[in-house]
């Protein structure tokens, strides 16, 4: 039963925001003939347009003569910026023809030949949750959702990278109370994994006969009926402040009971009608009761280690753990913090990390269904994946967003899912972050390792750039890997609230991708080497996922300032992009949006071009200087967050260009860039209404303008500068590091910079900038 009528969100609810609570099915529908033939012509008619208008437009004018150089510049100008965005649009296409043939061909793998798979094979998995200034509550139904997948040998694992030492008496309580949330879930599930563990264990031991007894099956039933119960009691007191606890509380709990009670019915139902289960399908069903609940949590902080690094980013937090797996280390004492050092026998050392054949990454803020794990380890292990490194489920959004500009996100988030499914179509698999299970083997073939002061750092994710799975994945293409996206929504994950906070995220979004794409020609090279066939609309799509960022939002700012020859434009442009739009629309309906969002997306990415803009400029800047470009994680708070001045200010100021245009090609009686500029003010004004806010503009507009005449007090008095204390001599550090510690500058990888100076959040702050 739904908790839907009971929902009363703690934040008030704009106005336009989202009603529908329920997600998608987690199985796509079956596209029809039509849609997909309409798909096919959608393609044909781009490409079809664009000849025309090269042909009847640009072509035309040159044959006709008497151009002079300006218009000549012009034309080839405009061709390059509608050539380009034509061909975006043309990806778009591409993708989702792949997406509607997975979607008509994917066939779910029945639950009995799960069930019949993993009793006789249980590869271990290790979940992974990078974490870093998260709320507790949130994190918390990140590991349920984990912790409750029906898989055997699971273990979860929060990576927490906050400051270990905070100052601030509220962080500090925040911080403790997410170090005790793997003890809390453990405690929270020890009464069902303590009941199925000996339940399974009786049934082992009392040695059934090929067919069990009807009242064997019946006391199956039972135990399902218990679990189903004790689930929704945990439902019931789950608090329900956002639309992610009402997904939790009906996604992931009660669905969870919802389908072990209808299990434990049909075991009743089979009694009923005289039918004798085998003793082999009981021992599954009740091996399912057993591994739901049976999840070993830990919770592993690597800034509390001097051996480890302390780079500010999630790549790194991931790969400190990673590279610990499989070891056993003694914990020693330095001047610096405490260090792991590897021993080679149990019995001398202090911590011990187990390995396992599968890694599951899995953001703080994302939640996985029921049978993820299942599903998506099976896959791997079927003979014809051999090959295939990481395989994933792109993240859906959850539904019911409380404010207009989050709808609009999760939106296109949603959109991205269907073009994922579909690049996987044509082997243009990227790795998407929020959630993948990885194939251990795999990523230690693309391992990197550097020595820093002396201790060992191994970089299995890549983090030269703020996309590292991006990069991560032409580096496992590159040893002969491949990625796939498994055909089904298995994964939620929590789209910005606010305007403020997807700057950040959609900022970090468009930075790297230009930096990697030397990658993907060495990755060609090296497969083509190697006999692989590298299909040319994968090369494409690939391009396209890195790059486009860049030249859509170039090429907009060009169609947007510069004041092109009338003669240049034509109603076959926008013909070339009638299917694209079309087809978004009807994306979008499918997606349980409206069909008119379309425009909205549009305003929405007029008013996130400056956006878009300084992420790729941040990539440029990173290729010229070779300086790493800080990762900086999206804000989730409570309230609102602040946008910075120069991202409130462009686009009124793209606003009043797009009037100032109107305005002058009206008097110019250039009648196609005035109706381009009338349509881009009009969306860009209902963009900045619906998704900044007025009030919420002038509130950021004035903390940009007055912040910079404030100066926070120094840390330190001038006067204990010019007069230091002198310290006795630290032996501790003599003996360690041969000096007097503190004398010699730290490296930059970050090693020990916490554990050194507890007192000060150094590097982890940064993360949060």
Not at 75 to 89: E, K, R
Not at 144 to 156: D, F, N
Not at 458 to 480: A, F, K, N, P, W
Not at 555 to 560: E, K, P, T
Request: glycine share 6%; net charge neutral.
């Amino acid at each position: 039963m739904s908790s839907t009528s009971s929902y009363d969100p703690a934040r008030k609810r704009q106005l336009g925001a989202e009603r529908r609570t329920e997600p998608l099915p987690t199985v796509h529908p079956t596209p029809s003939d039509r849609k997909i033939t309409f798909s096919r012509v959608a393609i044909v008619l781009t490409v079809l347009f664009w000849v025309i208008y090269v042909v009847t437009t640009i072509v035309r004018q040159f044959i006709d003569g008497g151009q002079n150089f300006r218009f000549t510049m012009e034309a080839i100008g405009y061709l390059v910026v509608v050539t380009f965005l034509t061909f975006s649009a043309l990806m778009y296409l591409v993708a989702r023809q792949g997406a509607l043939q997975r979607f008509k061909k994917h066939v779910r793998v029945p639950r009995a030949e799960l069930d019949r798979h993993f009793a006789s094979s249980q590869p271990s998995i290790t979940v992974l949750v990078p974490s870093y200034a998260e709320e507790p509550e949130v994190v918390k139904m990140t590991l349920l959702s984990a912790a409750l997948q029906e898989y055997p040998s699971m273990r979860v694992v929060l990576l927490l990278d906050d400051n270990p030492n905070p100052k601030d008496a509220a962080v500090a309580d925040r911080l403790n109370t997410t170090r005790a949330l793997a003890d809390d879930i453990s405690t929270m599930l020890a009464e069902p994994r303590t009941r199925f563990t000996d339940a399974l264990l009786r049934f082992e031991l009392s040695d059934p006969d090929t067919f069990v007894a009807p009242y064997i099956a019946l006391d199956l039933a039972e135990e399902y009926a218990w679990a189903a119960a004790w689930l929704h009691a945990e439902a019931d007191a789950h608090g329900l402040d956002d639309h992610v606890d009402l997904f939790f509380a009906d996604q992931v709990l009660r669905g969870l009971a919802d389908e072990l009670a209808l299990v434990g019915k049909a075991v009743e139902a089979a009694v009923a009608d005289g039918a004798s289960l085998s003793s082999e399908r009981v021992a599954q069903l009740y091996r399912r009761l057993a591994w739901t609940f049976d999840a070993d949590l830990a919770v592993f902080e690597r800034k509390q280690w001097a051996s480890l690094s302390h780079e500010a980013n999630k790549a790194m937090n991931l790969n400190a753990y990673i590279g610990l797996m499989g070891g056993t280390y003694r914990v020693e004492q330095t001047p610096e913090g405490p260090i792991l050092t590897p021993v080679s026998q149990r019995r001398a050392g202090d911590i011990v990390i187990p390995d396992s054949d599968f890694l599951l990454t899995l953001d703080a803020d994302s939640i996985l269904l029921r049978e993820y794990c299942l599903r998506l380890t099976y896959f791997l292990q079927q003979p014809d994946n051999a090959r295939v490194a990481v395989t994933q489920t792109p993240y859906s959004s959850f539904r019911g967003a409380g404010t207009r500009i989050e709808r609009l996100a999760g939106a296109t988030t949603d959109i991205q899912h269907i073009l994922h499914q579909g690049m996987s179509h044509f082997g243009a698999t990227f790795w998407v972050g929020a959630n993948a299970v990885i194939r251990k083997r795999a990523i230690e073939d693309i391992v990197e390792t550097e020595f820093v002061g002396g201790f060992e750092v191994r970089r299995y994710v890549q983090d030269r750039t703020v996309i590292e799975d991006t990069e991560s994945s032409i580096d496992l293409g590159t040893h002969g890997w491949t990625l796939v996206n498994y055909p089904e929504r298995l994964s939620y994950s929590a789209t910005p609230p606010d305007f403020g906070s997807l700057i950040v995220q959609r900022r970090r979004w468009a930075n790297g991708g230009l930096l990697i794409l030397p990658k993907l020609w060495r990755q060609v090279r090296e497969r083509k080497r190697r006999g692989e066939v590298v299909s040319r609309t994968e090369l494409l799509l690939r391009v396209n996922y890195m790059a486009s960022i860049a030249w859509a939002s170039f090429g907009l700012i060009f169609l947007l300032a510069y004041p092109y020859d009338g003669r240049l434009l034509s109603p076959v442009v926008l013909l070339a992009a009638l299917p694209y739009f079309i087809a978004m629309a009807s994306d979008l309906r499918y997606a349980g949006y409206k069909a008119s969002d379309v425009f909205r997306i549009y305003g929405f990415n007029l008013i996130l071009l400056p956006v878009n803009l300084a992420g790729v400029l941040k990539s440029i800047q990173q290729s010229l200087t070779g300086k790493k470009i800080p990762f900086v994680r999206t804000p989730k708070v409570k309230n609102r967050t602040a946008s910075p001045l120069l991202y409130v200010v462009t686009p009124f100021l793209i606003v009043a260009f797009s009037l100032f245009t109107l305005w002058r090609d009206v008097n110019a009686q250039n009648w196609g860039n005035a109706a381009f500029a009338a349509f881009n003010a009009t969306l860009a004004i209902w963009a900045i209404i619906s998704y900044i806010g007025i009030g919420n503009a002038i509130v950021d507009i004035w903390l940009g303008v007055t912040k910079p005449l404030y100066v926070d007090r120094a840390r330190r008095s001038t006067t204990e500068e010019a007069h230091p204390v002198t310290a006795s001599l630290d032996w501790r550090s003599v003996l360690y590091h041969g000096h007097a510690g503190g004398q010699v500058p730290r490296a930059g990888h970050g090693l020990s910079a916490v554990a050194a100076t507890p007192a000060q959040p150094a590097e982890s702050e940064r993360q949060a900038a």
